[in-house]
C-alpha cells in the first residue's frame, strides 16, 4: 500500500438506534501517517462514527476500510480487527483492580499470548513512552485523570495499532491536564501514527491537525485542512460554528 | 432454674454426646464442601446466562430462577428425596441434599453474583473489546473480578445461610450436626445436646459472621 494512500475509508455509513438515524450517509478517508479531526456540536455524531470504525457500534449501512481490510462484511473477525485499531475513551476506562502496568499487559497476554515476562517488556515500554514508567505498579485510583488517560493510551498502543482513534480523550479532564495528554498526542503523530479525534481541543486541531471534518445532525457538512475550516471555511454552517466554538 | 440447668445446660450429657456430635460437625463441614462450590459454580452460570445477549436465554434463566428461588428448600429436599424414587430415581441421602441445594443455592447465588455484573459500567467492557479480548476473556479478566469485589459480602452473608440451612440434611436422616443433635437428644431425654449443636454452629459461623461485617465495612470506605 502507498504511503499516500487512505488507511481507513468510510463510505455510506449509516447508524440508526431504533427510529432515530443518528449517521445519515457519510463518506471519510483518514490517510496514513495523518490526524484527522473531527468537529461538531454534542449529539452531531461524531463519537457514533468514531465507535463504528471498530464496530462497537453496529452500522446499519454503509463500508468501513482500514488498511484494505473491509470491518463491515458479515463474518469480520472482529477480535482480530480490534487489535488493529487502538482507542481511547472521554472517561479513560482503565481496569481499577490493575495496576497501570496490569491494563497494559492483558490484551498482550491474552490476545496476542504473550509470555508474562515480554508483556511485562512490553508495557514498561509503552508506559515510558506516555512518561509514566515510574508508575507502573499503581492502581488507576492512585493515578491523576490526565496520567490515567495516558495509561490508556499507552495501553491501546501496546497492541500496535495501524491507527488510533480517540473519543474526546480530554473532555472529561480538569483544564491543567489537558496539556499532558495532548503532548502525548502530539508526539504519536510526530512517530508517523494515523490518528482520529474526536474533540473540543479548537487550538490544538488548528496546530496538529492534517484534516478537519466538520459534521453536524449526523452528515458531513465540511471537510478540509485547518486552515480552511478555521479561517476560511466554505459553508455557512461551519462558519457558524466556528465562531461559536471559539468564541 | 436447676430444671433449666440439667435440661439444656448439662454437661454430662454434653460430654457423653460429643463423639456422636463431633462426627455429626465433620457431616456438616462436609456437606458445605460440597453444596457451597455447587452453589457458587451454579450461581456463576445462572449470572451469565441472565445478562446473555439472547432473550431465550435470559427468559429461560429467570423462569428457572424465580422457581427455586420461590420454592422453599424443605420442600424441595423431600420432593427430591421422596418424589424422584417414583420417577426410577434414586438417590443417596448426601446426593439428594446437594441436588435440592444446587438448585436453591444456584438461584440466589446467580441473583447476587448477576446484580455484581450490572453494577460494572459498559465503558468496562467496550475498553477491553477494543483491544480484541473475547466477550468470555471479557467477563473473566475485566468484569467478574470486579463484580465479585462489589458483592462479596453478599455473597458471604449468602453462604452463612446455606451453612445454616444444611441442618435440612437431618429430615433425609443424613447425618449432619443438627440430626446428631437430634438422636442424642432422643437417646438421653435430655435437650443439651441441641444446646451443644447451637454452639458449635455459633462457632463456625461467628467467624464469618464478622468477617462479612468487616467486608462490608471495608468497601463501603
Known sequence: ?247 | MDALITQFFNLEIMLKAWPMMLRGLGMTVLLCLAVIPLGLAGGLIVALASTSSSRAVRWTTAILVDIFRAVPPLALLIFISAGLPFAGIRLSPFAAVCLSFFLNNSAYYGEIIRAGIESIGDGQRQAARSTGLTALQTQAYVVLPQAIRNVLPDLVSNTIEVVKLTSLASVVAFAELLYSAEMARSVTYNASPIVMAALMYLALLWPAVRFASSLEHKLKS
Open chain 1, 1 to 247: 500500500m502507498q504511503d499516500d494512500a487512505a488507511l481507513l475509508s468510510i463510505s455510506g455509513l449509516r447508524l440508526s438506534y431504533g427510529a432515530t438515524e443518528v449517521l445519515k450517509g457519510l463518506d471519510l478517508e483518514a490517510r496514513r501517517g495523518e490526524m484527522t479531526f473531527i468537529i461538531g456540536p454534542s449529539g452531531s455524531g461524531k463519537s457514533s462514527l468514531l465507535r463504528c470504525c471498530n464496530r462497537l457500534e453496529e452500522p446499519s449501512a454503509g463500508r468501513i476500510l482500514i488498511a484494505g481490510e473491509d470491518i463491515t462484511k458479515p463474518g469480520a473477525n472482529l477480535n482480530r480487527i480490534r487489535r488493529r485499531i487502538g482507542m481511547v475513551f472521554q472517561s479513560f476506562n482503565l481496569y481499577p483492580h490493575m495496576t497501570a502496568a496490569g491494563n497494559v499487559r492483558l490484551a498482550l497476554q491474552k490476545v496476542l499470548k504473550k509470555s508474562r515476562s515480554e508483556a511485562d517488556a512490553i508495557a514498561m515500554a509503552q508506559l515510558d513512552r506516555v512518561g509514566l514508567s515510574g508508575h507502573a505498579h499503581q492502581y488507576p485510583a492512585q493515578l491523576s485523570g490526565g496520567q490515567q488517560q495516558r495509561v490508556a493510551i499507552a495501553r491501546a498502543l501496546a497492541l500496535e495499532p495501524a491507527i488510533m482513534l480517540f473519543d474526546e480523550p480530554t473532555s472529561a479532564l480538569d483544564p491543567e491536564l489537558v496539556g499532558e495528554v495532548l503532548k502525548v498526542m502530539r508526539a504519536l503523530k510526530d512517530d508517523g501514527m494515523t490518528m482520529v479525534v474526536v474533540s473540543h481541543e479548537m487550538r490544538f486541531a488548528r496546530s496538529a491537525a492534517d484534516q478537519v471534518v466538520f459534521i453536524a445532525e449526523g452528515r458531513i457538512v465540511e471537510t478540509g485542512p485547518p486552515e480552511q475550516i478555521f479561517e476560511n471555511p466554505q459553508v455557512q454552517r461551519t462558519r457558524d460554528f466556528v465562531a461559536q466554538a471559539e468564541h
